[in-house]
């Protein structure tokens, strides 16, 4: 589990396709302290370490992506170059200080507009027409690993949704947001209380 609380940027140094897709993540996490098999969401999807060290240009942590995995997320991201945002595991006593996040990607949304608003952003993200019903007013939603609070929902003819945010210069520092465009694919993952409830109504409970 995780909060959608960005902890650093991480880049992506490689990428070799092998079946899966071995990425090498560049971090300033320490990495001494990152057992194998433990989870790191990098921009919305939890990922496995499967190897880490350090070098010359600083610590490094290894995932393999799945075919899945490739496929459910925003295109482009795995590429070498790349930043994400990452966020370790939740622990036990750790503070919640965004909203309780699984890193498992609903679906992919696209930045329709992001406009500057004082020293702040006004964005407005694109969502699918399969989770337009379960993004609301003033609830949380997850943008590429970031726990964010919705402004406004406008339902689209073709059955998506335009929703806006208001990214702080804060965010926009600590996150990829500060080379957010028009036209960029994003990441989005729906409020846990949402997908349970949609499955309850799909179950007539």
């Not at 909060?3 to 880049?11: A, S």
């Not at 600083?58 to 930043?83: K, N, Q, V, Y």
């Not at 993952?189 to 179950?203: G, K, N, S, V």
Request: proline content about 2%.
């Amino acid at each position: 589990m995780f909060t959608g609380i960005i902890t650093d940027i991480g880049t992506i140094r490689s990428r070799e396709d092998r079946g899966d897709t071995r990425l090498i993540i560049g971090t300033v996490y320490d990495t001494d302290t990152i057992d194998l098999g433990a989870s790191i969401a990098c921009s919305g999807a939890c990922l496995t370490v499967v190897d880490k060290g350090h070098d010359g240009d600083g610590h490094w942590f290894a995932i393999d992506a799945s075919g899945e995995t490739l496929a459910r997320t925003a295109p482009g991201m795995w590429d070498a170059g790349r930043r994400l945002n990452l966020e370790r595991a939740l622990r036990i006593g750790d503070e919640l200080g965004g909203h309780i996040v699984t890193g498992h990607v609903d679906g992919i949304g696209r930045i329709a507009s992001a406009t500057p608003v004082g020293d702040s952003v006004g964005m407005t993200i694109e969502a699918p027409a399969e989770l337009a019903a379960h993004i609301a007013a003033k609830g949380s939603i997850t943008v590429d690993g970031i726990s964010l609070t919705v402004n406004e929902v406008t339902d689209q003819a073709d059955g998506t949704a335009h929703f806006t945010l208001n990214i702080i210069p804060h965010t926009q520092e600590m996150t990829t947001f500060d080379e957010a465009a028009a036209g960029r694919p994003v990441n989005l993952e729906i409020d846990i209380l949402a997908r349970y409830l949609a499955r309850m109504q799909a179950r007539g409970a």
